[in-house]
């Protein structure tokens, strides 16, 4: 870690702005982290304390992360790695009027929270340890507190005076400067009755008297200090002094002594006031400017068979923007991207299967703007006071997982026979809810006093139902549109009671779709057209798509009471609702798969569910067969026959177009299929797999 002064460049250099080129310069600081690194080994066989000091220490440097070393995800936590700018203007300088008082902006590196389950007992056990120690120095405290209770006034003005001389003998002792807390008391004390006595007396005197009794001792050592000084400075004869016929006076005097008391006394009560004539502060108090560059958050688990299965939640380029004004402040949030999937290495293999759950869509129109993006700002400069929100949320696909609920329940279903823990987690839970309701309340009577002003658009969260829980793309599935939120502040002249608000929420369906992969394509195809064109090699799969519920759309006017409304029989609060025709559909082959959804909404049978794998290099390692295949495709009206290169792995057969493609083609799960002969076919050697 470094921290230094620096110049314009923001390269290492001091600043000295007592003269007068520099008068009007801004004071800059620079930090730069590392690879500070939180380190957990669940199986490590070694105890560093039963280790020598010198043998531990080198231990522990070889743990310490190098900027070109990797590290195992499994051990190490988390490590940050950051760089930070703190910039203070100087008040006199016209031409910064505009820029804020304090602008301080901190960049985080990619940030990897990684977190097993095993570590996650270990620290639960601490917890507990923990929660033991800290129930036994309570209640130390509280008999200490309760025997501190009945002192009398002349037992502590005993205290004071015998803390007065213990805090004297500290601050003489040649060792003060060389030690810091409790190893400073130690050492400058030295008897350990002195310690403890003086431990004591720290808890006993009340805070204010304590405070008193440290600026008296100060003070007295200080004015002892600096007439000492004076003293040798005016009995310290020079070269050409020896020649004088006359001595100085080397007694301080007492005008001098006056002096000096004077200042320290300034000094200790913090009475020292600075020029603040001809200053030029901004309405900009602070600005904050916040970069995490992205990372993911995974929790892993490891299986007997010591396959390793996680969820891992990854996020992109999280931005803040803070402005603190005058009157008033402004709040800018982004998150670029953000995804959420399931993470199964087998034994093995190298690398991770990854099988989506949530991800940004990637074939919207909108596919490049931040994921999110928020902004508030309060009685903006400019504008009409009030609460300005501006917020838009791009669309999110959602694939439903089962397994992913499982991994989550297994890896937090630790046990802790600690009722202390299980209380203290309780406590802080009814803590942070008394917070979080006392926090809307008053919210609520903040925002009851000033108008606001929304202008919301939420793209519509996609969810997929896959009817095989295999990460099978070509497996039927349901897809749900919740549809797209759009919130305004509406117009309120013609009604001075009331701040109108409109929210309208469109295109809500539910459909049917024969694929994954049909739904992706149809989705591309309406942000490049606009339309659905059930043509092409795909057209018997398109006309396949059922809408079981069409577009839907609702339509909310909600008024509230105006802030400035004195109407007393008028309501606080007036919703008008419309909603759209609902039109449902069914067909005999869409109601038996709606009777199956229990079914797809379920955990599969199987103990433990074989994923796709996407890597050719991977596939190939633990690789049951391999070679070329034909498999039967239509194109537009005509059968044909086409060539790839398989490769058989696990349950799954899986096709690329060329032997060096590195992913495939597409897949198909074939473990519980049947495979018949199909001399029908017109190809020798044809068969059937039914699934």
């Known amino acids: 870690m470094q921290i230094y002064t620096a110049n314009m460049k923001w390269d290492k250099q001091f600043i000295d702005r007592t003269e007068k080129k520099n008068r009007l310069e801004p004071l800059r600081k620079k930090l730069i982290l590392k690879s500070l690194g939180i380190y957990w080994n669940s199986d490590t066989k070694m105890i560093l304390c039963d280790l020598s000091q010198e043998k531990a220490t080198a231990k522990m440097k070889d743990l310490v992360l190098k900027d070109d070393a990797t590290h195992d995800e499994l051990n190490y936590l988390i490590s940050i790695s950051a760089n930070s700018k703190l910039v203070q203007k100087s008040l006199k300088d016209p031409n910064t009027k505009d820029d804020p008082n304090l602008f301080l902006e901190l960049v985080l590196q990619p940030l990897n ?61 040649e060792k003060k400067d060389d030690f810091k807390g409790e190893e400073k008391i130690r050492q400058t004390l030295v008897d350990p009755n002195d310690v403890k006595e003086f431990k004591y007396l720290i808890q006993a005197i009340p805070d204010e008297d304590l405070t008193a009794a440290v600026k008296e001792v100060v003070r007295a050592l200080e004015l002892e200090r600096q007439k000492k000084e004076i003293e040798e400075k005016k009995s310290s ?32 009560k913090g009475d020292s006031e600075e020029d603040t004539s001809e200053q030029f502060a901004s309405q900009k108090n602070l600005a904050l400017s916040f970069l995490l560059e992205g990372g993911n958050i995974s929790l892993f688990d490891q299986t007997p068979d010591k396959t390793i299965e996680g969820v891992s939640f990854g996020y992109r380029e999280l931005k803040a923007d803070v402005e603190l004004r005058n009157k008033g402040q402004k709040v800018q949030v982004s998150l670029k991207d953000i995804n959420l999937a399931l993470r199964t290495k087998y034994l093995g293999a190298k690398d991770f299967v990854v099988t989506p759950i949530m991800q940004k869509l990637d074939y919207s129109m909108d596919k490049f703007k931040p994921f999110l993006v928020l902004g508030v700002d309060i009685n903006p400069i400019g504008l009409e006071d009030g609460i300005y929100i501006n917020l838009d949320w791009q669309a999110l696909e959602f694939i439903y997982r089962p397994l992913a609920i499982q991994r989550l329940t297994n890896f937090f279903d630790v046990k802790t026979t600690d009722e202390a823990l299980k209380a203290a987690a309780r406590e802080q839970l009814d803590k942070a809810q008394d917070s979080a309701a006392n926090a809307a309340g008053d919210a609520y009577k903040s925002t009851t006093k000033t108008k606001i002003n929304i202008s919301a658009n939420l793209a519509s969260p996609v969810i997929i139902v896959p009817f095989l829980q295999t990460g099978d793309v070509k497996s039927p599935c349901w897809i749900m549109q919740l549809g797209d939120l759009a919130a305004q ?57 059922f809408p079981v519920l069409e577009d839907v759309q609702i339509d909310v006017n909600l008024k509230t009471a105006a802030a400035s409304a004195q109407a007393k029989d008028r309501p606080r609060v007036d919703v008008n609702v419309n909603v759209s025709g609902i039109h449902l559909r069914l067909k005999p082959q869409i109601y038996t798969h709606l009777l199956k959804t229990a079914d797809y909404l379920a955990l599969p049978h199987e103990a433990q569910v074989e994923f796709q794998e996407n890597d050719r290099k991977v ?19 005509d059968t044909v026959w086409v060539v790839y290169f398989v490769i058989l792995k696990g349950g799954y057969l899986y096709f690329f177009k060329n032997p060096t493609d590195n992913q495939p083609t597409f897949a198909t799960y074939i473990k519980s299929g049947k495979v018949t002969l199909n001399p029908e076919a017109g190809r020798e050697g044809a068969f059937t797999v039914i699934c």
């Open 113 to 173: 929270v990684n977190l097993q389950k095993a570590q996650l007992e270990d620290i639960i056990r601490l917890l507990e340890y923990l929660t033991a120690y800290l129930k036994f120095k309570a209640d130390c405290a509280h008999k200490q507190e309760e025997g501190i209770k009945h002192i009398s006034e002349q037992e502590k003005k005993a205290h004071i005076q015998r803390f007065k001389v213990m805090f004297e003998k500290m601050q003489r002792s």
């Open 237 to 268: 004869r020079g070269f050409f002094s020896m020649f004088s016929s006359k001595k100085k006076d080397a007694v301080i005097s007492q005008e001098e002594v006056s002096q000096l008391e004077s200042f320290l006394d300034k000094t200790l």
């Open 489 to 545: 502040t509406g117009d309120s002249d013609h009604d001075k009671y009331y701040d109108n608000y409109n929210i309208k929420l469109t295109g809500i369906n539910f459909k049917y779709y024969p694929s994954q992969v049909i739904y992706i394509k149809s989705q591309q195809m309406l942000s490049k057209t606009g339309k659905i064109e059930h043509q092409g090699a795909d057209q018997v799969e398109y006309s396949a798509i």
């Open 619 to 637: 596939l190939v390692q633990g690789m049951e067969k391999m070679g070329r295949l034909y498999h039967q495709e239509k194109k537009f009206s």
